[in-house]
């Protein structure tokens, strides 16, 4: 295996809190309690914890909440973003300003041997790609800082195997995850103690929904990447899905033309495999309505849940977010 490849982007500025616009609902509230108390629990516990940065909205409420959690200081841990070079331009942009405007160290990594090897998710197909530019990247970069426990957005709603996650779920040796050997939660009382060679994925948002993330959006006037409110974008439709054309990376099939059509995101990841849905949501309000009257997952345009049968389960055990 190559040489890892990490930035490390200076930290710059303070904490910031935004103001909140409206007042939270006992609903929000007791998430955002229990959500805090999570972070400061990974933080008091573990030795090296880490918050995996994936520039979305569930990450974005996910470091609002640990930046509150340590106010007026910053939180005691850094963020981490495993890059796969594919990711949107505009989640790129995002990332890097909002690591400036919270003044967090950002550990950005990219797998050497994937991009040494011209791994991508067109020629090499999602399968694969997710393998070696997600999971084995994500690996390296937490063994080569020494992470012990790494944060993740991740919720029980959004994926039938995000489900059988535990609030603190147990890595074993080599990031391996079984579904069938995970520690009890009894009330609000984890169990912490790791060896050496183990570690814990903790999951503060698991109780939450895509509803109340964007509920919680709205109440604290949180920034997100503009990619989720609907505009006009050039895409293909690829398999009863929209796909954008983000760059010129992205081939045309025979009698393929882009065109523009208003659309919006409800999940980010790699552009050729996170497709559209059309929508005329261009505002905060205007997606709160939305939610309350959608009927589908917001990862039905996910790609790399469809890989095969129990896909996300199987990447989950090799060590996947």
């Known amino acids: 295996m190559g040489r ?22 006992p609903h929000l509230a007791r998430l955002e309690a229990e959500s805090i108390a999570i972070i ?41 973003h495993i890059d796969t070079t594919w990711k949107f331009r505009e989640m790129i942009s995002f990332r890097d300003a909002m690591a400036k405007q919270v003044g967090m160290e950002l550990l950005v990594h990219t797998n050497p041997d994937g991009i040494a090897r011209g791994i991508n998710p067109i020629a090499s197909g999602s399968a694969l790609h997710t393998q070696v530019m997600k999971t084995e990247a994500l690996k390296q970069a937490l063994d080569l800082h020494g992470f012990d426990a790494a944060f993740g957005g991740a919720r029980r709603d959004e994926e039938k195997s995000r489900a059988k996650e535990r609030i603190f779920s147990f890595r074993g040796p080599g990031h391996s995850w079984d579904p069938r050997a995970q520690r009890p939660e009894l009330w609000s009382l984890f169990n912490t103690r790791i060896r050496e060679g183990e570690s814990i994925r903790v999951f503060p948002l698991s109780n939450w929904t895509e509803y109340d993330v964007w509920d919680y959006v ?31 990376r992205l081939p045309l099939e025979p009698g393929e033309t882009p065109q523009m059509r208003m659309v919006r995101f409800r999940t980010l990841g790699c552009y050729p495999l996170s497709g559209a849905v059309e929508s005329e949501a261009a505002t905060l309000p205007d997606i709160i309505t939305e939610m309350r009257a959608a009927k589908t997952s917001e990862r039905q345009g996910r790609l790399i849940d469809s890989d095969e049968e129990a896909s996300m389960e199987k990447k989950k055990r090799e060590g996947y977010f």
Do not use: Q
């Not at 930035?7 to 409206?22: D, F, N, Y």
């Not at 997100?224 to 006009?232: D, I, S």
């Open 4 to 25: 890892c490849t990490t930035t490390h982007l200076e930290p710059e500025g303070s904490v910031t809190i935004t103001t909140r616009k409206a007042a939270l609902t």
């Open 40 to 80: 400061r629990e990974v933080a008091a516990s573990f030795r090296k914890p880490v918050m995996l940065y994936s520039i979305g909205k569930d990450s974005g409420v996910m470091l609002h909440l640990a930046l509150k959690a340590f106010a007026p200081g910053k939180p005691p841990f850094p963020l981490m």
């Open 218 to 248: 709205l109440a604290e006037d949180l920034p997100v990447v503009p990619l989720y409110f609907a505009k006009p974008r050039p895409v293909v439709k690829r398999a009863g899905t929209w796909i954008m054309v983000d760059d010129d």
